[in-house]
């Protein structure tokens, strides 16, 4: 039905169409508006929740203008836009981000001031909305901030999580998960209730014959499920462009609503399927790199996939375009293999729905696919079990045995003689049960397949795609390396050093071209700007330091030496090396004369991070960590010669506050097992020195800021089959000085010692698997080299202001770039200025 107003009355409407604030008193006049009357509070009633409401409400408005703008022109311009489907968006908070995307932060700092309120109180009122685990789900988040402000006309689809990733709380030194409802006043999303979708689950196919005589199949029965559409506006970075994340919830469908059983009194059983229907969408499965195979979740990624698509084929179908052309209005982007189903989900719509011929279809699901892998750790890569996928989504497994089929006769003609190839490369594993290889469909679904650094690239072409590479040719395989978006982890979260910058380069273009960074090699022997660059690394420590306070009671100097490694807790990302280092380093100082302390820099090991619930040995390295905090922050003999934080509940806002506070940080993974990493960047866009492997992205930025800048040690990628094979075969010598640490902990000098064995003895009789003992000589001895170059702290400025110089090219914005030009085919759609946007 058409909803639009008719032409004689859309004068009033542009008569009265909002405009949103720009001055202090317009912003002043929304918020007391809000809090008035949309929250129903006053002036006597109005604490800083309140105040962030109101403010929210305020920009949301603004916001929304520009959003409706937006979607506007991108209908009318007709061209081709982006849908970038991922499982996870990290957002964070969602206020700051506003206010200086849209360029009003002043104007807001000024009107809360005159309201009674630090605008800094306000922002922190906020509840970081956490739909994801970490870099994957912050790298989707760091993309839409990035299409947005390179005015791409792109959406993102998610999943509307009713529990975001949990709370951890830290209770005398182990984690316990709390549960994160986040949605009780979220001020950010949409509800659309006009657009639901039914989403079909179990049932069965059989065949029919249509008009023409043909053959078509019917998926019928089961059971229906509703997904209501949830829209979050995204803005762009000076610009109006506000794009769209729609993230989807389930809902009992109305006529699946038993009213039957209702009527006839047996109410328990009717809100019972309810609740079966909302539970698809109540949670975000707390795994990051891990895959468990569990049918409630292939249950979300079909719910989210099929309500997507119907929503891009509705969009299309309005085009009147002929399908054919469907590849050049839709580009899909697979983040991870999670969204697969959405490859057979459109092949099924054009088959079975619309009527299209098998190859004429296969060939625009191609050509709208590309695929991005994030991991090549076996136990992350996602397959699921033929059986669960027959009795979930049975129209869908036999168009995976079609695709497969057709696929393997293809392989077959062009390596006529290989039986083995043909058993490598199919679809469906032949293990009990049978497995559907879901890494395998996205490759031969899409026309592009990605890796996010070099080496990873490299890696996937040489192990899990090897032969598909041999199959495609190696142009199908291509690397796209990750990048950070600099308005949320500079402007955002280091506003005095991003206002420093720009004070020397004349502005703030470096927001938006960050290759313009270049331009402060020039100001290395400024010493008025070195001494500021300085003072703002302090009061960023400062500000770390105050929150290590309140929130662990422990004081902790900001002069010292911060040493940071904040993620997941993986044993592949390795923070068990990091705290056997620590160790290593308490042993040393207490074995120390009394010169020999005088001459070492004070340390503080900072450890933050989230272990999945079922990971027993990452919880076990964040209670070792915690351990050996107790000991050494109360070992009065130490001082601050050696300080060991865990920060609760990392996450992005506190990421926010401890990223620009490091010295140095550790990206110590096992040589080719972390993808790409995303907080290297962060940590030395915001000053500060890594200490990492020669592993994932840390290669491309030793190659940006030179090897002088970097402390690199370990062993490389290439080396680590082979190590792992003498491990295996006896050829495993412990380490001296790790030996040393390990007697430390069996001696019980960090409390009872059976609580860390399964830890040790993994490192010492059960193969390493992740080289800790082989990298450890060369960890410490790199550390040494960190204590003897932070004594000589021009020098270390001097690195440090050379690599932020160096760092434009991890701009998320040269990476959506890159997938623009040679994997979507998109281009910009450039909006007027309005409003000094
Ligand atoms: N990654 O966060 C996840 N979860 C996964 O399940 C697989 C990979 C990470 O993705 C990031 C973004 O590409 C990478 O930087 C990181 O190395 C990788 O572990």
Redesign the pocket.
């Known amino acids: 039905v058409e909803a639009s107003i008719p032409e004689p009355q859309r004068e009033a409407w542009k008569k009265h169409s909002a405009q949103g604030f720009t001055t202090k008193e317009e912003f002043e006049n929304e918020t007391v508006r809000h809090v008035e009357t949309t929250l129903a509070r006053s002036l006597f009633n109005c604490d800083e929740l309140a105040a962030y409401s109101g403010a929210s409400l305020a920009f949301r408005d603004r916001l929304v203008i520009e959003w409706n703008r937006t979607q506007q022109r991108q209908t009318f311009a007709d061209q081709k836009r982006v849908y970038y489907l991922s499982l996870?968006f990290l957002m964070g908070r969602a206020l700051d981000n506003a206010m200086l995307n849209v360029g009003l932060k002043d104007v807001a700092r000024a009107g809360l001031k005159d309201l009674g309120f630090r605008i800094e109180d306000v922002i922190s009122q906020e509840h970081d909305a956490a739909l994801?685990?970490?870099?994957?789900?912050?790298?989707a988040a760091c993309f839409l901030d990035s299409m947005a402000t390179l005015n791409y006309p792109a959406w993102g689809y998610g999943l509307r999580y009713r529990y975001g990733i949990f709370k951890q709380e830290i209770v005398d030194g182990y984690q316990v998960e709390v549960p994160d409802y986040w949605l009780d006043f979220n001020p950010w999303e949409f509800p659309r209730h006009d657009i639901t979708v039914d989403i079909q689950f179990y049932g069965h196919v059989s065949r029919h014959q249509d008009e023409d005589g043909k053959n078509i199949a019917v998926w019928e029965g089961g059971e229906i499920v509703d997904a209501v559409a949830f829209d979050v506006p995204i803005p762009g970075y000076s610009t109006p462009t506000t794009n769209n994340l729609r993230l989807w919830s389930s809902k009992a469908s109305k006529g699946e609503f038993d009213f039957q059983k209702f009527n006839s009194g047996d109410y328990e059983a009717s809100v019972g399927d309810q609740q079966r229907a909302e539970t698809i969408s109540a949670v975000l499965y707390p795994?990051?790199?891990?895959?468990r195979g569990k049918e409630l979740r292939l249950k979300q990624q079909y719910f989210w996939c099929a309500a997507s698509l119907y929503d891009i084929v509705r969009r299309f179908k309005k085009s009147k375009k002929a399908w054919s052309a469907f590849p050049d209005m839709v580009a899909i982007q697979l983040n991870?293999t999670h969204p697969t189903l959405a490859i057979v989900e459109l092949q099924r719509i054009l088959v079975d729905l619309e009527g299209l011929d098998w190859t004429e279809a296969w060939d625009i699901v191609q050509k709208t696919f590309s695929y991005?892998n994030?991991?090549v750790?076996p136990e992350?890569l996602e397959k699921w079990s033929v059986p669960v996928m027959q009795n979930l989504l049975p129209r869908h497994l036999q168009i995976i045995y079609e695709v497969n089929s057709q696929f393997l006769h293809m392989v077959e003609k062009q390596f006529p003689k290989d039986r083995d190839m043909l058993r490598r490369v199919s679809i469906i594993e032949e293990s009990q049960p049978q497995m559907v290889q879901m890494a395998y469909l996205a490759t031969i679904g899409s026309h592009k397949v990605n890796g996010?650094?070099e080496l990873?690239s490299d890696l996937i072409k040489t192990t899990i795609f090897k032969d598909f590479v041999k199959i495609y040719g190696p142009d199908k395989f291509t690397n796209v390396t990750?990048g950070i978006t600099p308005r949320r982890w500079l402007h955002q979260a280091n506003p005095r050093l991003s206002e420093l910058i720009a004070s020397k380069l004349g502005g703030y273009e470096f927001l938006t071209d960050l290759t313009k960074l270049n331009e402060l090699e020039h100001f290395l022997d400024d010493k008025d700007f070195k001494k500021e660059w300085q003072e703002i690394k302090y009061a960023n420590k400062v500000r770390l330091a105050q929150h290590i306070m309140n929130t662990t009671g422990v004081r902790v100097n900001p002069k010292a030496l911060f040493d940071i490694q904040v993620k997941?807790i993986h044993e592949y990302k390795r923070q068990q090396l990091n705290i056997l280092g620590v160790i290593h380093r308490y042993l040393t100082i207490k074995a120390m004369s009394a010169e020999e302390r005088k001459k070492l820099a004070p340390r503080v090991s900072i450890f933050g991070g989230k272990a999945a619930p079922g990971y027993w040995m990452a919880k076990t390295v964040i209670h070792l960590v915690c351990s050996v905090g107790e000991v050494v922050n109360n070992d009065k003999d130490v001082g601050d010669l050696l300080k060991v934080i865990y920060i609760e509940d990392y996450n992005v806002s506190k990421a926010e506050i401890i990223t620009p506070a490091s010295d140095i940080s550790e990206h110590i993974?096992t040589a080719g097992t972390?993808?790409?990493?995303?907080s290297n960047m962060k940590f030395v866009l915001n000053g500060g020195l890594i200490i990492g492997t020669c592993d994932?992205?840390n290669i491309e930025i030793t190659r940006e800021v030179g090897e002088s800048n970097i402390f690199l040690f370990g062993n490389l990628a290439e080396d680590v089959e082979d190590l792992r094979h003498a491990h295996t075969y006896g050829n495993f010598k412990l380490d001296p000085d790790l030996a040393k640490v390990f007697d430390a902990i069996k001696g019980g000098r960090f409390g009872d010692a059976n609580r860390f064995s399964a830890l040790c003895n993994s490192i010492i009789d059960q193969g390493d698997y992740y080289l800790v003992s082989d990298d450890f000589n060369s960890y410490i001895k790199t550390h040494a080299l960190v204590d003897e170059a932070y004594k000589d702290q021009e020098a270390w400025l001097e690195k440090c202001i050379t690599s932020v110089s160096r760092m434009g090219f991890f701009s998320s914005d040269r990476c959506i770039q890159e997938y623009a030009d040679m994997i979507w085919n998109v281009e910009p759609l450039v909006p007027e200025q309005r409003n000094g946007k």
């Open positions: 996870e994801g685990n970490g870099g994957l789900g912050r790298l795994n990051d790199n891990l895959e991870d991005a994030h991991t750790m992350a996010v650094a990873h990750n997941r993974s972390e993808a790409s990493g995303t994932g992205a």
